[in-house]
């Protein structure tokens, strides 16, 4: 038979260890962050990609992208700076119009020179494992409203001189660039969200010479010593 002083120190000790409440969220999940809760949570996102458009916070909340354009698929992950083949991502982002672009399956796309994006452009990689590596990387330079979205931009390298085209009517003659992941140059309404940036030349991400209105939310930089952010 247990001793009284024994019994006495466990009854004193049970009722706190079978009667503690557990908070009313602790079997929950985390809650998503706004941007992700705006769009994760609906099953079917993959049928209205370009709702992506809506969730964008912050100074570049207003980015249209391509939201009132066609949804354009990048098939082919090959490049020519000068005169891009139709299904290739260079193709896409020098159109004229509205475009939301996506991918039809995995590919690393390595591009020969930077990557100039028109205005009202999204590169959604959303559905599949897309990187832009071991080349020269992405340029937005004197446009607005573009999105970039799930895209791994990596190990980007300068870029040699020479003819690169920014739109269907106009191709001209670039210096080398620097090697940024992505550089953003005199532009307006940008959201740059859930990228992976890492190990480039130069900058993960550059926001130089008056660019205003743009977010930066949700990417993941890895082995780099230069982030640079210039907010005008």
């Known amino acids: 038979m247990a001793s009284p002083l024994l019994l006495s120190a466990f009854l004193f000790f049970l009722p706190t260890v079978i009667s503690t409440p557990k908070p009313n969220n602790y079997y929950s999940k985390p809650s998503l962050n706004p941007i992700d809760a705006c769009w994760r949570n609906n099953r079917n996102w993959a049928a209205n990609r370009r709702a992506l458009a809506d969730c964008a916070v912050g100074f570049g909340s207003d980015a249209l992208g391509g939201k009132f354009g066609s949804?354009?698929?990048?098939?082919?992950?090959?490049?020519d700076p000068?005169?891009?083949?139709?299904g290739t991502l260079r193709f896409g982002v020098i159109q004229m119009q509205p475009l939301w672009i996506v991918f039809a399956r995995d590919m690393v796309i390595t591009l020969k020179r930077e990557l100039m994006v028109n205005s009202y452009k999204t590169i959604d990689g959303r559905g599949a494992n897309v990187e832009i590596s071991n080349g020269p990387c992405i340029t937005i330079q004197n446009v607005s409203h573009v999105i970039i979205h799930g895209i791994s931009i990596h190990d980007c390298k300068p870029g040699k001189p020479g003819?690169?085209?920014?739109?269907?009517t106009h191709c001209g003659d670039r210096q080398q660039s620097d090697?940024?992941?992505?550089?953003?140059?005199?532009?307006?309404?940008?959201?740059?969200?859930?990228?992976?940036?890492?190990?480039?030349?130069?900058?993960?991400?550059d926001v130089i010479h008056a660019s205003t209105a743009v977010t930066i939310s949700n990417n993941y930089f890895s082995q780099h010593d230069k982030v640079y952010y210039y907010f005008f």
């Open 163 to 168: 003819r690169v085209r920014s739109s269907v």
């Open 82 to 86: 000068e005169y891009p083949e139709p």
């Open 179 to 205: 090697g940024d992941a992505i550089s953003i140059f005199s532009s307006s309404h940008i959201w740059i969200d859930h990228c992976y940036l890492a190990r480039c030349t130069d900058g993960l991400i």
């Open 71 to 79: 949804i354009y698929v990048v098939t082919d992950p090959s490049d």
